[in-house]
């Protein structure tokens, strides 16, 4: 009896073990794309969540709650702790990326593939750059990918 018994044992214990990869979130490639169409050349304004002027954090969260209906929260720290870190090379459309661009000062975008990401530059509004970019790479921190 214990023969018989254990292969099907040993099949659900190995099944129970292994871990399934965690599916992609609900995202619509190009979502974000459209919410840029809309905002592109917005200035930045510390503090500023409107089109008179916004910051980086109020530009990701507004474009997820637009996009997804997913509140985030204000600021580019208490964005850094949601979610699951994802590696560099796994970035997928729509991670949030964070750079550290002084001592204590942070700045986030959202992936858009290809090695682009859009975001509220000071001198430019809001624009895509390249995660490559000399300047933005030397300042790559972690990214984080939301489930909803």
Do not use: I, N
């Given at each position: 009896m214990f023969r018989t018994l254990l292969p099907p044992l040993l099949?659900?214990?190995i099944t129970a073990c292994s871990s399934t990869p965690e599916p992609p979130p609900p995202r619509q490639s190009g979502a974000f794309d459209g919410f840029y169409q809309?905002?592109?050349?917005?200035p930045y304004r510390m503090?500023?969540?409107d089109r008179a002027g916004l910051d980086c954090s109020a530009f990701t969260q507004l474009a997820y709650q637009h996009v997804l209906g997913f509140e985030l929260p204000r600021t580019?720290?208490?964005?850094?702790n949601l979610g699951k870190p994802v590696d560099r090379y796994r970035l997928q459309y729509g991670d949030l990326v964070f750079f550290k661009t002084g001592w204590q000062q942070y700045h986030v975008g959202i992936y858009t593939g290809a090695g682009e990401f859009i975001h509220t530059s000071?001198?430019?509004g809001v624009i895509r750059s390249r995660l490559d970019n000399v300047y933005w790479n030397s300042r790559?921190?972690?990214a984080r990918r939301l489930t909803q």
């Open positions: 099949a659900l214990l809309q905002w592109r050349g917005v503090g500023g969540t580019t720290e208490s964005q850094a000071t001198s430019k790559y921190w972690q």
